[in-house]
């Protein structure tokens, strides 16, 4: 697990987590926001639905896929958090949202 | 080295090689493919994955005898690969729509269809012509770009990766010899057939069978054969894995069992370069979305351009050499659809020692090219 | 000038990755006139290496170290000179016209083309894959990544982190733990205990003449704080059911367990050649560093006109060293676009020639030291292989024994490589495991051919782009 230095400030950016509200510190990343959340995993795979989490946080693993206000397979890592953001870990294939068509 | 010797040498291990070699193997045969390695043009690359019927034979009533054929028989290799390799290629043949996204186009594709359809002896089968509202029955998110489409039940569409594993699986597990890094460079006729020197070593088939793609044309000038082939380029692109929306295939696009959407059919002449190039990917991305809004976030994970083996007038080449007896070409840009007659009719052909009256439609006779000896 | 807003139509230098070497060409290029235009796919400069430098939460600089700071003078120099900056920048396709090139860039999901004549690719390294049975689990990371954690987030390991694998990264992020008071549960070492003593003498004198050497000294000093060191470990395992929960390893005859929550690997860093790949540059296998690097020439030519590469891409050298590349490949590329002539340039480029060498003696007897164990390097069994389509070790080598000669066809047969990661953390794992089955060597294995986009971009993006009669008539093929 990780915790937090106290150099980097509290974290007072309001957004939820499944559902769930949250606070998030300013200026992280989504995965880093999920990591300090306590949350390894963040996606089943579409190939076997094995639980995934981030690996490199640098943006060429794609492990760190995250649904975020609606849109999925975000890479969380290369998105930082933003006041009433929903994050939402994702599970299998995508969905192909029938909303776009409207 | 004592050479290595087999009743029939196979030149090239993609769709058209494999599926031949296969069919061989099932009947017995002691078989080699010989294959180049792994920078090779490939054309199987391109495929897409169609197991498709509708629209094709113009100009050519036997193609479209022979692609029906095939796709009736498409079960049977499905069954009999999954048997001898453990792979389910995942065949589906719910029928397919060839959509259009302007009156234009959907008049000139009715048009295609109908004087295809009305080629004296052709074998018939009946199409659909779908409005939207039609087409929107079998695709609920289909984008409101789309006027029509034409539809039959023959089409289909197979996981090509899998079908490729399967075939060369089920190849070797039937005591077929596979040699890869077996690029062939000289092709002679011996007393009983042939020796082959191919990745140093040489072979020694009392046949041999031209499965070559590109390579045909240089290979078959060493057996009596004149092949015109030339690559007509493709480009495909492929997008991350959704979850299933798409229950029938599309000409140009289609979502495989695994939820990879596939968006395909430019065709360009532009030599051997395998390169991609925005402009087409960009026409053809512009079109997918028109067809389906919905797939607008989704996004491209690879692209990628193979080169298809073109005929002059598109259509297959089979031919025996008479030259050279016991040698023969086959060559088409089609070889998913035509897997399953090549395996099991082509093949009983090849090993009578000749080709039946109703495969002459595909002998290079009708480009009126002369024979090297 | 800070980061733009609006991309102009055409620039004369296109550069890509704001590292170390990416900076350093910008503002070295721009210095000459050079209309130059540096494209970075995150939100703020300097790479990897000195990543967070203009936004980190840790200001204290014994806590990141002098080298990490070294990095705000070149994001100050960046951000003072008249090239363009353009962050959250994705340069995605890459196509010849003329004697240049248009680049695709993406820019909050908008498509963008520019014109160049000239590109310096500075897109860095990444880290070499580490293939343990259970590295896909939940809760393993790179040690590269515990370190963007704590550069960027401040965030560091809790209770129940063990830290494995090799090289001088290791030793760099276990000093800065422990200079903020943290330390791990254990560093599973598992440098190869012969390798000491490989290195030939010339090697050992570069290295002990080397700015590295006192720098690593004081590093495994300050290392040592962060937890008790286990050396010569011989395997490793992660496990757990959905996120790791124990450490499984063999050292001095000995295989023990350590329960932990978290796994940090790290076994070297390699050229992330994905971008070079796709515009065909040549690459060649390197039997000492064990990866592909892209062929150049002294100046950083790649095999392709117009494009020059510099940095960790061009071959692992470390920070300085690309630094230093980064104002040749400018000058290289200031004299392929006519700006300066060869003689000009070879003048001008005395110094950083100079200064390069100077940070890459003592490299050589770093990479022959740490270069990975071929245990994990080349897995086995179930070990997950490509972990975006979940390809094992085993179906490899039976497609292999299949009759599959390379990493291509293999693509064909598995799926293997045709991911999003798009072969980074398996093409050189599956190049070297086709070389071992086949008794060859990944020199003539090969590698994944690459094509573009480079990262994925959404189809609704691709459509954006121009297209032309041709690409219609392509496509749609209505008789005319």
Redesign the interface.
């Known amino acids: 697990m990780f915790q937090r230095l106290s150099e980097a400030g509290p974290p007072t950016l309001p957004l939820t987590i499944d559902g769930n509200a949250a606070l998030a510190r300013p200026g992280d990343s989504v995965a880093a926001t999920l990591i300090g959340a306590g949350h390894a995993d963040c996606r089943t795979t579409p190939v076997s639905g094995s639980a995934r989490g981030p690996y490199c946080l640098m943006g060429i693993c794609f492990d760190c896929l995250v649904e975020i206000d609606g849109r999925p397979n975000q890479q969380g890592c290369m998105i930082e958090v933003q006041a009433g953001m929903q994050i939402v870990r994702q599970e299998g294939s995508r969905p192909v949202d029938v909303e776009a068509t409207r | 080295m004592n050479p290595e010797e087999s009743d029939v040498a196979v030149i090239g291990g993609g769709l058209v090689g494999a599926a031949i070699a296969y069919g061989l193997v099932r009947l017995g045969k002691r078989v080699v493919m010989l294959d180049e390695g792994d920078i090779a043009f490939r054309a199987a690359r391109g495929n897409f994955g169609l197991v498709w019927v509708q629209g094709k034979g113009l100009g050519m009533p036997a193609y479209g005898a022979w692609t029906q054929l095939s796709a009736r028989q498409w079960p049977a290799l499905a069954e009999s690969l999954r048997a001898e390799s453990g792979v389910d290629v995942s065949l589906e043949q719910p029928g397919g729509l060839h959509v259009c996204l302007s009156e234009r186009e959907l008049e000139q594709r009715v048009a295609t269809m109908t004087r295809m359809l009305g080629q004296p002896g052709f074998e018939g089968y009946p199409f659909e012509t779908l409005d939207h509202a039609g087409v929107a029955r079998y695709f609920p998110q289909i984008g409101p770009a789309v006027v029509g489409a034409t539809h039959t039940l023959l089409d289909g569409h197979v996981n090509a990766l899998r079908l490729f594993r399967a075939l060369h699986a089920a190849f070797v597990a039937l005591g077929g010899n596979y040699r890869a890094n077996h690029g062939v460079d000289r092709i002679a006729r011996e007393s009983v057939g042939f020796a082959i020197d191919a990745g140093g070593r040489r072979h020694v088939s009392v046949q041999v069978v031209l499965a070559a793609g590109l390579g045909n044309a240089k290979l078959g000038d060493q057996v009596g054969l004149t092949v015109p082939v030339r690559p007509m380029r493709g480009q495909i692109i492929a997008l991350e894995r959704a979850r299933r929306f798409m229950h029938y295939p599309m000409g140009a696009l289609r979502q495989t069992d695994e939820g990879t959407v596939l968006i395909g059919d430019s065709q360009e002449e532009a030599g051997f370069d395998t390169t991609v190039g925005t402009p087409i990917l960009a026409t053809m991305a512009d079109r997918a979305q028109r067809i389906f809004p919905l797939l607008r976030d989704v996004r491209i994970t690879r692209t990628w351009a193979a080169l298809r083996v073109m005929s002059p007038d598109g259509f297959p080449i089979y031919e025996q050499s008479q030259a050279a007896p016991g040698a023969f070409v086959a060559s088409c840009h089609s070889g998913v659809t035509l897997a399953a007659a090549h395996a099991f009719d082509l093949v009983p052909q090849i090993l009578a020692g000749s080709l039946e009256p109703r495969l002459s439609a595909f002998s290079t006779e009708r480009f009126h090219v002369s024979k090297a000896v | 000038m800070s980061a733009v807003d609006a991309l102009k139509p055409s620039y004369e230098l296109a550069v890509i990755g704001a590292g170390p070497a990416g900076m350093a060409a910008a503002v070295a290029a721009a210095q000459r006139g050079v209309a130059t235009i540096l494209f970075d796919?995150?939100?703020s400069p300097g790479g990897?290496i000195y990543?967070g430098v203009t936004?980190t939460?840790?200001?204290?600089r014994e806590?990141l170290g002098d080298d990490y700071w070294h990095g705000q003078g070149l994001v100050d120099a960046l951000l003072g000179c008249a090239a363009d900056y353009a962050p959250r920048s994705i340069v995605w396709?890459v196509?010849r016209i003329g004697d240049g090139f248009?680049l695709?860039v993406s820019r909050d999901g908008v498509a963008h083309l520019v014109r160049v004549a000239h590109l310096i690719v500075a897109t860095g390294a990444?880290?070499r894959p580490f293939p343990i049975p259970g590295w896909?689990?939940?809760?393993?990371?790179?040690v590269?990544?515990a370190q963007?954690?704590l550069k960027?987030?401040?965030?560091?390991?809790?209770?129940?982190?063990v830290v494995a694998g090799s090289g001088p990264l290791l030793s760099l992020v276990l000093a800065q733990f422990a200079a903020?008071g943290v330390s791990v549960d254990a560093v599973l070492d598992t440098t190869p205990r012969d390798r000491r003593w490989r290195a030939a003498w010339r090697d050992v004198i570069g290295f002990a003449t080397s700015p590295y050497l006192a720098k690593g000294v004081a590093l495994l000093r300050r290392a040592r704080a962060a937890g008790r060191v286990v050396r010569g470990v011989e395997s490793l395992e992660a496990i757990g059911d959905?996120?790791?929960e124990r450490v499984r390893y063999r050292a001095g005859g000995q295989t023990i367990e350590l329960a932990c929550?978290?796994l940090l690997l790290h076994q070297g860093v390699v050229p992330?050649i994905n971008f070079a790949n796709a515009i065909?540059c040549e690459q060649r296998w390197d039997e000492v560093q064990a990866c592909f690097v892209p062929v150049v020439d002294a100046w950083g030519a790649s095999s392709v006109p117009g494009v020059t590469l510099a940095g960790d891409g061009a071959g692992i050298a470390g920070a300085r060293a690309a630094e230093a590349h980064g104002r040749i490949a400018a000058l290289n590329a200031a004299c392929a676009i006519g700006r300066i002539d060869p003689a000009q340039r070879d003048a001008a480029g005395a110094a950083a020639q100079a200064d390069r060498a100077r940070w890459l003696r003592g490299r050589r007897f770093l990479d022959v030291m740490y270069r990975p164990a071929p245990q994990y390097r080349i897995p086995v069994g179930d070990t997950v292989v490509c972990?975006?389509?979940?390809v094992t070790a085993r179906q490899v080598l039976e497609?292999v024994r299949?009759?599959?000669?390379?990493?291509?066809?293999m693509k064909?047969?598995?799926?293997c490589g045709?991911?999003?990661?798009?072969g980074?953390?398996c093409g050189l794992t599956v190049s070297e495991l086709i070389a071992k089955e086949r008794g060859s060597t990944p020199a003539e294995?090969?590698h994944y051919?690459l094509?573009?986009?480079i990262?994925?971009?959404?189809?609704?993006e691709?459509?954006?782009?121009?297209?032309?009669e041709?690409?219609?008539q392509?496509?749609?093929?209505?008789?005319k």
């Open positions: 796919e995150q939100a990897q990543r936004t939460p840790l200001r204290r806590l396709a196509t248009e695709a990444q880290e896909t689990l939940p809760g393993v990371m790179t590269g990544a963007i954690l960027t987030a401040g965030l560091v390991p809790g209770d129940g982190t903020a959905h996120r790791i929550t978290s992330n065909g972990r975006c389509e979940e497609s299949l009759g599959c000669t390379g990493p291509n066809q064909s047969f598995l799926r045709m991911g999003p990661c798009q980074r953390f294995i090969g051919r094509r573009f986009p990262k994925p971009i959404t189809l609704g691709l459509a954006s782009l121009p297209q032309t041709a690409s219609e392509a496509v749609v093929r209505l008789p």
